[in-house]
């Protein structure tokens, strides 16, 4: 069964420094998310992604954030410099149009640590 | 605003059958879906309605009520391994961003 994939898996950075998450969607889908959830708390949208562009942001991806999709595969989340309130499990997730695009298959998540 | 509320925990006993609800109040609503987390895990779907009344999936069933902005998940047969953190989230546009809610941890018991 297709899945979506993430790397790295964990990621330790030093508060201000640039990080890059990666994500890999499933491969006929084209909608495409970031979410973000602090350990014990609720998931949270913050961007989706669709024809090479944002579709949506939410208040919490400001200017630090970015995202891309460099080639055909893959998905990125930039954030330029860290902070410490950055560190969460990141998220990503698609949909696609065989099982309606509200039906999102998240990936298993790329942990976040800023020190 | 938006929000979304759910319990905070749920306790049941193997075999039994379990319901969480979620009332929201959205800005806009497409349809409500659920996802099921276990601890360290990504949410993984399990059920959505776009429409009122009752989808079932094998074990578990979830229903929506649009003019009472509510619905519930519906778990049956529980079984140990149906201890996780339960989401339900809300399609307000048609960027198909999720709000989610803050999730019920089910706990069963033998």
């Known amino acids: 069964e297709p899945e979506v994939t993430q790397t790295p898996s964990h990621q330790v950075t030093q508060m201000g420094q640039e990080v890059i998450l990666r994500c890999v969607p499933i491969?006929?889908?084209?909608?495409f998310y970031w979410y973000r959830q602090i350990l014990g708390q609720k998931v949270e949208f913050l961007v989706s992604?669709?024809?090479?562009?944002?579709?949506?942001k939410s208040e919490i991806f400001d200017d630090q954030f970015s995202v891309e999709r460099p080639d055909g595969s893959n998905f990125t989340l930039k954030i330029r410099s860290t902070k410490l309130e950055d560190s969460a499990m990141y998220f990503c997730?698609?949909?696609?149009?065989?099982?309606?695009?509200?039906?999102?298959?998240f990936g298993p998540g790329t942990r976040l640590l800023v020190l | 605003g938006q929000s979304l509320e759910q319990p905070s925990e749920v306790t049941a006993v193997e075999g039994a059958i379990v319901q969480i609800n979620c009332t929201y109040q959205?800005?806009?609503?497409?349809?409500l879906s659920w996802y099921q987390q276990h601890d360290g895990g990504a949410p993984t779907f399990l059920s959505y309605?776009?429409?009122?009344g009752l989808e079932e999936t094998g074990r578990f069933s979830s229903f929506l009520s649009r003019s009472d902005s509510y619905g519930y998940l519906l778990l049956q047969e529980l079984q140990m391994k149906d201890s996780a953190s339960y989401f339900c989230?809300?399609?307000?546009?048609?960027?198909?961003?999720?709000?989610f809610g803050s999730g019920t941890r089910l706990l069963v018991r033998p």
């Open positions: 997730a698609s949909s696609g149009v065989d099982q309606g695009a509200e039906t999102q298959y």
């Open positions: 491969s006929n889908h084209l909608y």
């Open positions: 992604f669709y024809n090479n562009e944002i579709s949506e």
């Open positions: 959205t800005s806009g609503f497409y349809g």
């Open positions: 309605n776009a429409l009122d």
């Open positions: 989230a809300v399609y307000g546009d048609s960027s198909y961003k999720l709000i």
